[in-house]
């Protein structure tokens, strides 16, 4: 879908329009061309490849004739055959590769397949097709595969999750993410705001349905350099955003990493749950007369104003 984000630049009052032969159109308020008409350094305003498909707005271009290289610095560049539109701080388009790197606070909007590269080395900006933020140091786009790939990303969830992977590859067509080494740090609205529910995992997969992990722990404790009072780690873990449940396979729960108790299969609400039946989040106590404990307490929702909570304890002792 076209996002009306961006508005195209105001009309000058005085257009320069000059065509290079097939190359470059530029409509701007000033041409300078240097170099016996090899490189052309050009104002704010439009260039236009002479086929149509490529159109950039800038405050300013530089292009190297023989080189068929086109530089401009912040502005929106848009390519018509693809339905791709991308925000850039500076955007280098070689029209003899077909290899466009954009750099600096770039955003990009509708992937499409063509036979070139998108990429930057700079933090930039992708938003995918449900509306999820991908912040990234630097990115690598092949339209022949639609796959691209991010280097130590950062998504914001539509559902206000948010994850830190090291490596992701994001498929543009069916908007599936894969990755490794990867924190969840889930949304906190119906818990105490000390609690920091998190998830980390050595893999991930990802899709609008929900989260799945491999090798995950999940905790809810305060991040500190020690290791939590208690953690949930299992084989894999998956978390359904929609129906607000975490499903856990073959988990140990942890007491300062020592494993307590062993649950084939457990679940429980996720974090945004304010009243639904289910394994509630363990809670690791202590009581002067009986020492620590651990209370794994189940919650269940009789109708809707009754309710009664089951909260077995284990004593260290």
């Not at 530029?26 to 236009?48: C, H, M, P, Q, R």
């Not at 955003?107 to 992708?126: A, C, G, H, R, T």
């Not at 007369?289 to 309710?307: E, H, M, Q, W």
Request: with cysteine; hydrophobic share 35%; proline share 3%.
């Amino acid at each position: 879908m076209k996002n009306n984000l961006f508005k195209f630049f105001i009309i000058f009052s005085m257009v320069c329009n000059i065509s290079f032969a097939d190359q470059f159109i530029f409509e701007t308020s000033k041409v300078d061309i240097l170099e016996e008409g090899n490189f052309i350094i050009a104002g704010k305003g439009t260039a236009k490849s002479v086929d149509g498909d490529l159109v950039i707005k800038a405050k300013k271009f530089e292009y190297k004739k023989n080189q068929k290289i086109i530089k401009a610095f912040d502005g929106v560049a848009f390519f018509k055959s693809n339905n791709l539109e991308i925000k850039f701080g500076e955007l280098i388009s070689n029209q003899l590769t077909f290899i466009t790197t954009a750099k600096k606070n770039v955003e990009i909007f509708d992937f499409d397949k063509k036979e070139n590269i998108l990429e930057s080395s700079y933090q930039s900006i992708v938003r995918d097709k449900i509306n999820n933020l991908l912040q990234t140091d630097n990115f690598h786009y092949n339209f022949n595969d639609g796959i691209l790939k991010l280097q130590n990303a950062k998504l914001k969830d539509i559902y206000n999750n948010d994850f830190n992977i090291e490596i992701a590859y994001l498929n543009t067509i069916t908007n599936e993410l894969i990755g490794k080494d990867i924190i969840v740090n889930l949304d906190n609205k119906s818990f105490n705001k000390n609690n920091q529910p998190r998830i980390k995992g050595r893999s991930i997969k990802y899709n609008e349905d929900g989260t799945k992990i491999s090798k995950g722990v999940f905790t809810t404790c305060k991040k500190t350099d020690d290791c939590p009072p208690w953690q949930l780690s299992a084989e894999k873990v998956q978390h359904n955003p929609k129906k607000q449940i975490i499903n856990y396979k073959n988990a140990f729960l942890k007491v300062y990493d020592i494993p307590v108790m062993y649950f084939p299969k457990f679940f429980h609400p996720d974090p945004t749950v304010k009243r639904q039946s289910g394994f509630l989040i363990p809670a690791f106590s202590s009581s002067n007369n009986l020492g620590n404990y651990l209370s794994v307490p189940y919650f269940y929702a009789i109708s809707d104003n009754k309710d009664i909570t089951f909260t077995p304890r284990f004593y260290d002792k």
